[in-house]
């Protein structure tokens, strides 16, 4: 069993940055994705980014010019690097991961594995 821990959340005020991290407790397989999604209150949980293991990304429209997906695969962690954050992007962020992934996805059902969330509070 796979679990994934993130860390990273935080409160800040609009305009600042916030790096997320998602850390795998072990390999996960030698064809993975990880996914960042998040959950505002009253809303639906939305996919932000998505990273294959061989370094493709995949990133919302919506936070495209400010969000962005990287990973550590020694590490097996994936980071989301969130800059210029708007109170808006208030949410608890989740990742999670797939197994095996060929194909880029944000479809929640298709994860597994999923973290408990860490919690980014965007004040204006």
Do not use: H
């Not at 790096?19 to 795998?24: D, E, N």
């Not at 809303?43 to 550590?72: L, P, W, Y």
């Amino acid at each position: 069993q796979v679990q994934l821990v993130e860390s990273g959340g935080g409160s800040v005020q609009a305009g600042g940055s916030l790096r997320l991290s998602c850390a795998a407790s072990r390999y996960i397989a030698s064809s993975y994705c990880m996914g960042w999604f998040r959950q505002a209150p009253g809303k639906e949980r939305e996919g932000i980014a998505v990273i294959a293991n061989d370094g493709r990304t995949g990133v919302a429209n919506s936070v495209k010019a400010r969000f962005t997906i990287s990973q550590d695969n020694a590490k097996f962690t994936a980071y989301l690097q969130m800059n210029n954050l708007k109170p808006e992007d208030s949410a608890m962020y989740y990742c999670a991961a797939v197994v095996p992934c060929w194909t880029l996805t944000l479809t929640m059902s298709a994860y597994e594995y999923w973290g408990q969330g860490t919690q980014v509070t965007v004040s204006s």
